[in-house]
């Protein structure tokens, strides 16, 4: 991918409000391509249960989902998402969404997307569907 | 459904840290039925094109399938949650998720979950699965 | 709905290869929405346990999904279905998908499928993604 | 796995109704994976435009998982199932749908599912989810 739409997109995601309330970093981003990590706090993160909220959780897999949409420069908006839950992480875990493209077409594209935690434990999986709007990343 | 369930999972609400982080509240709970609100704050829920990120949106509507699953007083853990994106809400608008449950059986229940802002505008709408423990929920 | 596109629809759906198949009707169709039957036929639609099969039951609410999806008289293509099971028909039910439109953008509309038995017990939910094409639809 | 629980949901499959209109034929199995074929025949499968009914392509992906769920020797049964279509499969075309165990607990196990044809090219990608009964499937 050119590496002005990488550093774009690195950017965009340091400003971005929800990324910076769920401390989400992004550490990879390719053609269709992303991963995204953050370290999960209860204290911040929990459900009544003292478990991962589900919300924190598809925080992340969005993240992964968002980045990869855009890595061809061009603005993609979510349509679907379809979050399985398989696991709990551990508190203080270090979690790590990845997504990938499986499909583009002119106006749309869909992303497996996969949160593991740092023991490679699988924690979710997720397919999402991006509607292509076509138009160039604003903040090129 | 009991006046001490409700109350439970009201003061558990009140006390959920990602709920906080979001502003959520509960405001309805029934039988199978919920309605939380949250007044979409751009400063911490925006993602990288100033709009409500799917994160945020969801956070909400997970909190609506989180209590309304809960609400006969015993333990429902979220398995999946389907999420179709349909508009992007206005900067401060008020949002709210209602939930209603459409099926029970021993170890499942289902949900449909709509969120709308403000002006009756519809911003989302999920399918959610739980799977229910039969364990009885422990803050009771 | 104009006439011309419910008449065009409906013979449409009486010379379509796989609605004859499972033997599906339209019995229902306006502006997003539908209404489709079928009889649950065993001898052809079961599963290896006996009971209806997943495909089946999928088949009568996608032929909903569709004929909803085309009322306005544009070719409109399936993006994303999910669909939820909820219990099992009896041999030789009467079954009834409805869909009905919940969204439309240039682009994009979105469905909920509800599937029922002839005693009114919901059968399996759907949630139903098409893209719009715009295109009139060919057979006008 | 163990080869009466294969040889057994093999003669199942060979006597299995729906399996039989579509002409699907289950040609791998193993713990947990399982890869199904059919040909898609455009006169008993094609929809109202021409091109292979939802219906039929959710029939092979639906018997892919329908195995896989069933191959521990314990019968499982659809609780979800979330499809996204990618492109249409030409007239004639053998297509073919592998289902993946990505988790299983006590109680659920989940299923990737991809649909590709003949030359590779990917028809449709499928995330479902199965309630574990535990008990032995009847027909061993």
Redo the contacts between chains.
Sequence with gaps: MEERVRAA?RN??L?????R??GIELVFLEDGRSRVEMVYD????????GRA????I??????A??TAA?SDGT?A???????????SPDPGARLAAEAHE??KTK??A?Y?IRLLDDRGR?IA?C?A?A?RTGKPI??L
Tied chains: 1, 2, 3, 4.
């Design positions: 997109i965009a995601v400003r971005e409000p929800f990324a309330e769920l209860p204290s911040r993160q929990d459900n009544i249960y909220h589900g919300g924190a598809f925080g992340l897999i969005d993240e989902f968002e855009q603005v908006v979510a349509m679907n998402v379809n979050v399985t839950y398989i696991a499986i499909s106006r749309t869909s497996e699988l999986v397919q569907l509607f604003p903040f």
